[in-house]
């Protein structure tokens, strides 16, 4: 007596067990799998279960899925499974999609109070760790100078290339551009009152006080300061920080100070170089499009900005060097060990350089009208 | 009944400009077999596998998968018949973004279209053949090697496919985990009737199931000995080849030390 079918199966049964006769192909990419088939066979509430095979055809995981559901039914409900007629194969992967392993639980979710706690001590190590690195800096530094620190030369000339001479072209194209777009900007406002000429005072003053130190070190930020990140990040996914620390060789000399150093070191010099590009980009668009001429815009430079100014600037890069090249080694030396803990440095270190900048920036800016500079 | 042969390398030639990584390389894999590429650090396995999984076109050659010509196909074609293979990474290369789960489920949403009910199901008695039955809510992250490697497992067999390839499947794995994992491609071959492709060095994996093999030379970029790995180890005339199967040095050993 037929009891029931549906795609690729029909159970017989007599009331003591039941026949569930499989035909043709059981393809899962094909024909999907058929909802509750296994619960429509336990529904027949047939003491055993056995199988009929002959007209099998091709089969896969929908296969396997229909007979381990039943399987697994049959076994809750105290029904015999009787897989004799199955062939070898699907009985073999029967066996082998059985209930498996347990797998260790997710920790549990920490209550709000602990999260709160946990948040404060990991800043507080953090601020430690950080006012040790800039201690450890300048000591090192010292050292350094005096010639009594393992550092290499070599790693420092490198660095300096790399933080200097390298970062030129973008330095150029950057400040020339904010000195040109300073210009247009002051000769809109300027040249309603007919004083185009102040157009020069205008972006000498910008570009060297504020300007140009701002805009080298944003760049520095993403440019070297991600650089030292993803560097460091990838030297300790590699253990390469590892194998230093157990030579006994020490990581802060070697990895740190060159970086720190090259990066104090050309910061001011970029910034410089960026003064005399921001000038030079308003000079451009100055004589170009407005009633000045080259002389009278040189002169009111001269007039307009004074030594003061530059060491401001010169002040300003020199810690934004300091800052960008310690928070990207920072970062760096305290990545994770995975591939994507290297891309999450780099942002990081990026992101916060150019906040810690934008912040010590305006820290100036307050120091120097409190000096009246 | 189509050819006993499911995968036919002819004359397979890999290069970059000028520099030569692969020269005349020619093998057969019957269906249903578990067949090893062999051979030394940077002798071209890996290269063998990317040309054949549709990867790295080859320089010169044919491959045909189940007889038809796989790099003369079209790019849709290829694909096409891409769905047959399943392909277990050296590192599992899971999506860590994605429940070990939703590894499993991704190639059925995108390549088929069963409904979310069927994927669920088919997703669970995949990762229950792997052994990892009830982790399919756990992250990539939180797994053990072991587990990593069986979870690709369950993701290369998603779409049921006729060539499982394995690049180092047992690497970075202690031997019990590594013999777990042997038995379960063994298991998968004997229950479905994959045919297997493995890149492997490691031996004792070779031996215990491979059915047939290559060995290619680092030296002359080409496949310089073929057939079981035991068969290799016991009768093999190559010199390097009797070496490298029972892990000595080579008699002409040039290299004072690795």
Redesign the interface.
Known sequence: MDISQGRGWAAKGDGSHTVITLFGDW???RD??E?GAAGRVLATGAPALAFEAGGLGRW???L??FL??LRDGARQGNVAFDEAGLPM??R??LA?????????A?PPEMPFVSRIGRWGVSLYAETLEAAALVGGTGLRGIAALRGRSPMRGQDLLDCMREAGAAALPIVTVVNLLVGGILAFVGAVQLRRFGADVYVASMVGVAVVREMAALMTAIIMAGRTGGAYAAHLATMQGNEEIDALRAFGIPVFDVLVLPRVLALTAMLPILYLYGCAMGVFGGFVVAVATLDVSAVSYVAEIRLAVSGNQFVLGLLKSLTFGALIALVGCRVGLAAGRSA?AIGRAATHAVVAGIVGVIVLDAVFAICARALGV | MPSRWKLQVEGLAVGFGDVVVLRDVSFRIAAGSIFAVMGGSGCGKSTVLKAMIGLLRPSAGVIHVGGEDYWAADDARRAEIGRGFGILFQNGALWNSMSVADNVALPLRMLTRLDEAAIAALVRVKLSLVGLGGAGGTMPAELSGGMRKRAALARALALDPDILFFDEPTSGLDPVTAKRLDDLILELRDGFGTTVVMVSHDLPSLFGICDDGIFLDAGSRTAIASGAPAMLRDQCQQPFVRAFMTRERPPDDGEASP
């Open positions: 393809i899962a990419r999907g799998i909802e896969d995981c929908a396997i899925a381990s559901t194969s699907a073999r992967l082998l999609a059985s209930p498996a392993v347990p797998v260790p997710p994507a």
